[in-house]
């Protein structure tokens, strides 16, 4: 029997995103299934965590997915839509990880990719991984919002596919993250779900999945949402767009944010709250994720923990609530955050009595 007709079993997240929820989003028999392993990631009780702050609390491990973002869910449905649209190419603006996905899910299509992103403001890791990927990398003098409003411009010549979170399909795929909180809670929805805010595609997204399932019957309470934003760029707490961006968070260094209103309308209609961090506070939440949860996500992941902290300071969340946190992204693509909170490495020689000395073991 030759080896490419035996049968090659396929778990469920092997299956893709689109395959999976074919009748929950906007695909039809004709969409290609596309997939690099996209979605189906844990959620996971965070244990220390929760006995610390007095919550039940849930990390919902978006991290996970194949190029190490959410971006994937959204990037999966965008792409496949492009491919059966007749698109050769695919173009975005880009904090990092949407070039990182696009990259990859082009090169899975089969389509070139051409990626913009502000210079020397993005994660070492998200450029090298659009590179890897063989896109057509350019850095512009300019900001996010500035990429975007080029890349919007460009995208109206035939052949050419905008897979920013203004795709429409972008949300589409990026809903199915809602769905997988409540069947992981057992047809329950949370109390809280807390995510980082920048262009705002993602906390839309959320609530489209978590509307869609509360209207079909499927969950019977809707969650409240807490979005939020890095100090330096809260364009939606601060009632006004902010021109000059600045986070060490840079996935989420958005001054303009293309989804601002229904981001504000989702958090009016789940009676919830949009807030801003500082950059030492959220440091102080990825330190913390990484220490008593052992996860490791990148520093505008770790923007949801550190609102969650000062949302059950202020009594905003209630103590016993039960939470979940969207971590966004892996700390893996960003090294130069991860070294402000490691402490130096040790050195001394090879033998276990130099070691026990430099630990100073009994
Ligand atoms: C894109 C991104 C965000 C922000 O999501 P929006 O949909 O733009 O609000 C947050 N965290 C990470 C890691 C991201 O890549």
Redesign the pocket.
């Known amino acids: 029997m030759s080896l490419l007709h035996s049968p090659i079993p396929v778990t469920p997240r092997g299956q893709g995103l689109i395959a999976r929820w074919a009748d929950q989003i906007d695909v039809d028999a004709d969409t290609p299934r596309i997939t690099i392993g996209e979605g189906g990631t844990p959620l996971v009780a965070a244990a220390r965590l929760s006995a610390a702050l007095g919550v039940d609390l849930h990390l919902k491990l978006e991290l996970t997915n194949p190029t190490g973002?959410?971006?994937d869910r959204g990037m999966c449905v965008a792409v496949a839509r492009a491919v059966q649209a007749g698109a050769h190419t695919l173009i975005c603006a880009s904090?990092?990880?949407?070039s990182a996905s696009a990259a990859a899910f082009a090169a899975a299509a089969g389509l070139k990719c051409v990626v913009i992103i502000p210079s020397g403001k993005i994660a070492a890791g998200k450029l090298q991984q659009a590179q890897v990927a063989g896109a057509q990398v350019i850095q512009i003098d300019g900001n996010f919002d500035d990429g975007l409003d080029a890349v919007r411009e460009l995208s109206t010549r035939p052949g050419i596919a905008l897979v920013n979170?203004v795709n429409p399909y972008r949300i589409e795929g990026q809903k199915t993250a809602a769905f997988e909180v409540i069947e992981d809670l057992g047809g329950e929805a949370p109390d809280w779900l807390c995510l980082?805010?920048?262009?705002?595609?993602?906390?839309t997204a959320y609530w489209r999945g978590f509307q869609e399932w509360h209207a079909a019957g499927k969950v019977a309470t809707l969650p409240r949402l807490l979005g939020v934003q890095a100090a330096g760029a809260a364009p939606l707490v601060d009632g006004a767009p902010v021109a000059e961006p600045e986070t060490i968070a840079t996935?989420?260094r958005?001054g303009r944010?293309a989804r601002g209103e229904e981001a504000l309308a989702a958090v009016a209609e789940s009676n919830g709250r949009l807030l801003k961090r500082t950059d030492e506070q959220l440091l102080s939440a990825y330190a913390r994720l990484a220490h008593e949860a052992g996860i490791f996500a990148?520093p505008?992941?770790a923007i949801s923990l550190a609102g969650l902290i000062v949302a059950l300071e202020d009594g905003t969340i209630e103590r016993g609530s039960r939470v979940v946190c969207v971590l966004?992204?892996h700390g893996l693509k960003d090294p130069d955050s991860a070294a402000r909170i490691v402490e130096p490495t040790l050195t001394c020689g090879p033998s276990a009595a130099e070691i026990a000395a430099v630990l100073d073991l009994a």
Request: aromatic share 4%; proline share 8%; hydrophobic share 30%.
């Open positions: 973002s959410f971006k904090t990092g990880n949407t979170s980082p805010v920048g262009n705002a595609g993602n906390i996935a989420i958005i944010p990148e505008a992941s966004t992204g």
